[in-house]
């Protein structure tokens, strides 16, 4: 099965700063998505950023980005100018197929 | 509906008792997801459902867990004699045929005494 793996169990970021939170994904599939979710404490599960990996442009929605390094399997988020709305979970996720396989996410507090 | 929908929100009950929990997907949602999320742990897969057909059982934990889904939308989950390990978050999720973005429940927070 298809790993993914976030190696930070938290991270803490000041407002208006920007913080990147890691993500590595072990597979053999060449064509597969990506995927960084938001979980607030509503416990709603919220798409933030998704990447094809046959497109080498990374993704980019508003202040959120990615850093898509295909040959090292790395799939990281960057968050601009963060806002304390951005505090939640963070869940980095791997589909291949059907499947959707998720990392056990990083825990993202912001400052005033 | 508009988005998906879980019930109940809150579920406590007593070690040894059944418990169901109901997930109402978008309609025209084809593909329904069942995961479970443990206290400080990710997303654990448990089931997926093409249609009225579960092509994939592989996640659910043992045989006290089962799921259902009827007339290609409602899915219910059933766990037959809760354990407290059983204590947890269960996330339902659909998605269009042919997409791939999930979208999710508010899910089940489950608690076995």
């Known amino acids: 099965a298809q790993t993914v793996t976030q190696s930070q169990p938290e991270m803490s970021v000041q407002e208006a700063e920007t913080v990147t939170l890691s993500c590595t994904y072990d597979?053999?599939?060449?064509?597969?998505?990506l995927f960084w979710y938001k979980q607030p404490p509503s416990r709603q599960m919220i798409l933030v950023i998704r990447?094809?990996?046959?497109?080498?442009q990374n993704a980019t929605e508003n202040r959120f980005s990615v850093n898509f390094q295909k040959a090292a399997k790395s799939f990281s988020l960057k968050i601009s100018d963060s806002q304390l709305g951005d505090a939640a979970m963070y869940f980095c996720a791997y589909q291949a197929g059907y499947a959707l396989n998720f990392g056990k996410g990083t825990s993202l507090l912001v400052t005033p | 509906g508009a988005g998906v929908s879980q019930s109940p929100s809150n579920k406590v009950t007593e070690k040894g008792k059944d418990v169901e929990l109901r997930c109402d997907p978008i309609s025209g949602h084809t593909a329904l997801y069942w995961y479970r999320q443990s206290l400080g742990q990710g997303l654990e897969f448990l089931i997926y459902?093409?249609?009225?057909?579960?092509?994939?059982k592989s996640g659910l934990p043992s045989d006290r867990f089962s799921a259902e889904r009827t007339g290609g939308s409602v899915s219910t989950l059933t766990i037959q004699r809760t354990q407290q390990e059983d204590s947890a978050v269960y996330l339902c999720?659909?998605?269009?045929?042919?997409?791939?973005?999930?979208?999710f429940g508010a899910g089940s927070r489950l608690t076995v005494l």
């Open positions: 459902f093409q249609g009225n057909s579960a092509p994939d």
């Open positions: 999720a659909s998605r269009l045929s042919g997409a791939n973005v999930l979208t």
């Open positions: 597979t053999s599939e060449s064509d597969y998505y």
């Open positions: 990447q094809e990996a046959y497109k080498q």
